[in-house]
């Protein structure tokens, strides 16, 4: 459930569907849910903010034409398995599981309230990249890692305003 939807001058109110899939070729897409949120093999054409008051997984969310993604889950955790970007990045949440995202040649921010824990390493796959970017800026004074299971990032430039941080660059 979605709780609104905009592209540009079009806006559609409490769009319902029970598909885990978004494909949106619009120049730009606002999309508010009060509820729980998942996504899954989504692909926007142009610039996307998603804002969600409830607990959201983003599993594999795709933003082309340069598009910059905005997601905005302050409230709640959100878990992002893969988001690549052709533009700049913005996370902002209360606690965040970050699986991967990729913006090559781009900047991505990561805001939370809460701690910041890797969620694509197993036992098999240890030390999967969390983030690849030309810059990656992370602020919350919140623990980023931890000693057992880093961030794993490829960029080259990271600013930190963070509590206990462990990052593998």
């Known amino acids: 459930k979605l709780g609104e939807f905009k592209t540009d001058s079009k806006a559609a109110d409490a769009i319902e569907t029970q ?20 996504l899954k093999a989504s692909t ?18 795709t933003v082309t034409d340069n598009g910059v993604a905005t997601l905005d889950s302050t409230d709640r955790q959100l878990t992002l398995t893969q ?11 209360c606690a965040l599981a970050l699986g991967g995202v990729t913006a090559d040649g ?6 939370t309230s809460g701690a910041i824990t890797d969620a ?10 969390n983030v690849t970017a030309d810059s990656l800026t992370i602020k919350g ?3 980023v890692g ?3 299971d880093a ?10 305003t963070a509590g206990a941080t462990y990052i593998d660059n």
């Open 19 to 38: 598909e885990a899939k978004l494909t949106l070729n619009t120049a730009a897409a606002n999309v508010r849910d009060s509820g729980a949120l998942i």
């Open 106 to 111: 781009q900047t991505v921010t990561l805001e």
């Open 120 to 129: 694509n390493d197993t036992e098999t796959a240890k030390a999967a990249v």
């Open 146 to 148: 931890t000693s057992n």
């Open 151 to 160: 961030i794993e990032t490829q960029v080259n430039a990271l600013a930190l």
């Open 44 to 61: 926007v054409a142009g610039d996307f903010k998603l804002k969600t008051e409830g607990v959201t997984r983003i599993d594999n969310l």
């Open 83 to 93: 988001l690549t970007s052709a533009g700049k990045v913005s996370v902002q949440s």
């Open 141 to 143: 004074d919140q623990p």
